[in-house]
């Protein structure tokens, strides 16, 4: 069993910058794939980034070049740096673990709660 708990969300504005944290509990979860999502009010939930184990990364199209997803194993710790955000992503942003690279919310296991994130124009 793992725990995710989503912290560094809140409120900037468009062009502005913020690093979300993911600390995980219980199991180890260096071998775990960790990823980001995140829902606006009335979509689905959006596949953001995620790393794996060895290292490899997958981005979404919509953040490649401005997002960068990294791990402290060592910490327990997942993160996400945001930047030149923009209104349109503001949303709740979940942090997740699974077994492989996806970008189906189906292929995570465990799941934050999820951390606000607003963007103004």
């Known amino acids: 069993q793992v725990q995710l708990v989503e912290s560094g969300g809140g409120s900037v504005q468009a062009g502005e910058s913020l690093r979300l944290s993911c600390v995980a509990s219980?199991?180890?979860?260096?071998?775990?794939?960790t990823g980001w999502f995140r829902q606006a009010p009335g979509k689905e939930r959006e596949f953001v980034a995620a790393?794996?184990?060895?290292?490899?990364?997958y981005y979404g199209n919509s953040v490649k070049g401005r997002f960068t997803i990294s791990r402290d194993n060592a910490k327990n710790t997942v993160y996400q740096q945001m930047d030149r955000l923009k209104h349109e992503e503001t949303a709740v942003y979940y942090c997740?673990?699974?077994?492989?690279?996806?970008?189906?919310?189906?292929?995570?296991?465990?799941w934050g709660q999820g951390t606000q994130v607003t963007v103004s124009s």
């Open positions: 997740a673990a699974g077994a492989h690279i996806s970008t189906r919310t189906d292929d995570y296991i465990y």
């Open positions: 219980g199991r180890t979860f260096s071998s775990y794939t």
């Open positions: 790393m794996d184990g060895s290292g490899n990364i």
